[in-house]
């Protein structure tokens, strides 16, 4: 058995990779063809239902008025009341029908529940659900000193294994938000074979410094609903959005400065949720916004030490940040009486 695991380690590699220089092409080709038919038969959600969490700001926000355009019925979820009636007002002068707001944290598994029932029995169903909240923290790993402040973002850690599922259940925003409302809609989404829109990101997979626990919850998104997928068949359409850096409350100039990622060119925040609309209403399985951001990802799969190579415009900048706590570190030292 273990002959035959070498034996395929060295053989297959080399015959796939022939295998793919004959079939990119006529592969590209049809799917050229099948992205034309989905856009001709793009989805007409006019008069549909469609429910965003994280609409008050940001990509929530303009993705709300992109279907308000197409003359979608809006409920609009988040946790800021003021900004969810702005955004309301703004989406019904834009030719939405019927806009609800309805103030909820999708980290409490009740609230997720209530916003989705609140929305079906207002309107009757369910048509499209968007994931779309989310938080992120800016810091280095070593850095970290307590990691309950990264509860909102994956879990918060306890010893005591019933404080920890509690927390677990509760706590977190990125991943666990998009499953409690997921959880929720889905018997209504099969009702009228409707579809999910995810927002993951793209340093799930172009994994970016001082962001750990933000690019592991991302990934954690991708995997659970490329799982889900799978699971629901075509009963629910799910589209899968990567957006690299869009300009937003969560990518403020103040944190891209923390971040070293300046150098990353960012998308406007109506040009990302445009394309995210559309894609959903042609049922694409994923997204990656801008479309460039998708290179990267190939020469992650293809060259992963030159992908490695290219992420190292980060790291004068982290490195210098860390010899300046090391000299600090060892003036105190010093100073306790170190030799």
Not at 26 to 35: G, I, T, V
Request: charged letters at 20%; proline letters at 4%; a positive charge.
């Amino acid at each position: 058995m273990d002959f035959l695991h070498k034996f395929l380690g060295i053989a297959l590699p080399p015959l796939m990779l022939i295998v793919f220089s004959f079939t990119l092409a006529p592969f590209l080709f049809l799917k050229f063809l099948y992205f034309l038919k989905r856009s001709k038969y793009s989805e007409n959600v006019a008069g549909k239902v469609i429910l965003i969490t994280g609409a008050s700001s940001g990509i929530g926000e303009h993705v709300a008025y992109e279907y308000a355009r197409r003359r979608a019925c809006l409920a609009l979820i988040a946790r800021r009341e003021d900004r969810l009636q702005e955004v309301a007002n703004r989406a019904r002068q834009l030719g939405s029908p019927e806009v609800i707001v309805v103030p909820a944290d999708v980290s409490k598994v009740e609230d997720c529940k209530r916003f989705v029932d609140e929305t079906v029995n207002h309107f009757g169903q369910l048509d499209h659900l968007v994931n779309n909240a989310g938080v992120t923290r800016i810091e280095l790993f070593e850095d970290s000193i307590q990691f309950s402040d990264y509860a909102s973002i994956m879990v918060k850690i306890k010893t005591n294994m019933v404080a920890f599922l509690s927390h677990f259940c509760n706590k977190d925003i990125n991943f666990w938000g998009s499953i409690y409302s997921t959880h929720n809609a889905v018997p209504h989404l099969r009702k009228t074979k409707g579809k999910i829109v995810v927002l993951a990101s793209t340093v799930a997979w172009l994994a970016l410094p001082r962001l750990s626990f933000y690019n592991a919850s991302k990934a954690a998104l991708i995997s659970f609903f490329e799982t889900l997928r799978v699971e629901l068949g075509s009963d629910i359409g799910i589209t899968i959005v990567t957006p690299g850096l869009i300009k937003s409350e969560m990518s403020e100039a103040t944190k891209l400065s923390k971040a070293k990622a300046t150098w990353i060119l960012a998308k406007s925040t109506e040009g990302c949720a445009k394309a995210i609309v559309a894609s959903a209403c042609r049922g694409d399985m994923y997204l990656t916004e801008p479309s460039w951001m998708k290179v990267m990802f190939w020469m992650k799969t293809m060259c992963p030490e030159l992908h490695e190579y290219a992420k190292r415009e980060a790291c004068p900048a982290l490195i210098a940040r860390r010899e300046n706590h090391l000299r600090e570190v060892s003036l105190k030292a010093y100073k306790l009486g170190s030799p």
